[in-house]
Nanobody, 122 residues
Framework: QVQLVESGGGLVQAGGSLNLSCAASGRTFSGYAMGWFRQAPGKEREFVAAISWSGAYTYYADSVKGRFTISRDNVKNTVYLQMNSLKPKDTAVYYC???????????????WGQGTQVTVSS
């Protein structure tokens, strides 16, 4: 079992930055690929970014490529999502997720956090 707790969300103006964190506890964190997803009001949850268990490989949705950076610290059992040049359309609840094996861009993850709200004002 892996428990995931997101933090770092909040209210920011367009063009600003936020750094989300997802702290993991339970099983060996380094054995899991990690992903970030988001769900805007009235919309389905969508993939944002993913990172391999080692951190060597990352993948991004086209909508965030060049603005967001996913990273992880396997000593601190934490995955991060640095979000720059934020836009109002980035407003959503952001979730981190973990899965054994390789990362995926669909929702086939084993564990999910409760989410953290990100609101970008224009």
């Amino acid at each position: 079992q892996v428990q995931l707790v997101e933090s770092g969300g909040g209210l920011v103006q367009a063009g600003g930055s936020l750094n989300l964190s997802c702290a993991a506890s339970g099983r060996t964190f380094s054995g899991y690929a990690m992903g970030w997803f988001r769900q805007a009001p009235g919309k389905e949850r969508e993939f944002v970014a993913a990172i391999s268990w080692s951190g060597a490989y990352t993948y991004y949705a086209d909508s965030v490529k060049g603005r967001f950076t996913i990273s992880r610290d396997n000593v601190k059992n934490t995955v991060y999502l640095q979000m720059n040049s934020l836009k109002p359309k980035d407003t959503a609840v952001y979730y981190c997720a973990a899965r054994s094996g390789t990362y995926r861009v669909d929702e086939e993850y084993d564990y999910w956090g409760q989410g953290t709200q990100v609101t970008v004002s224009s």
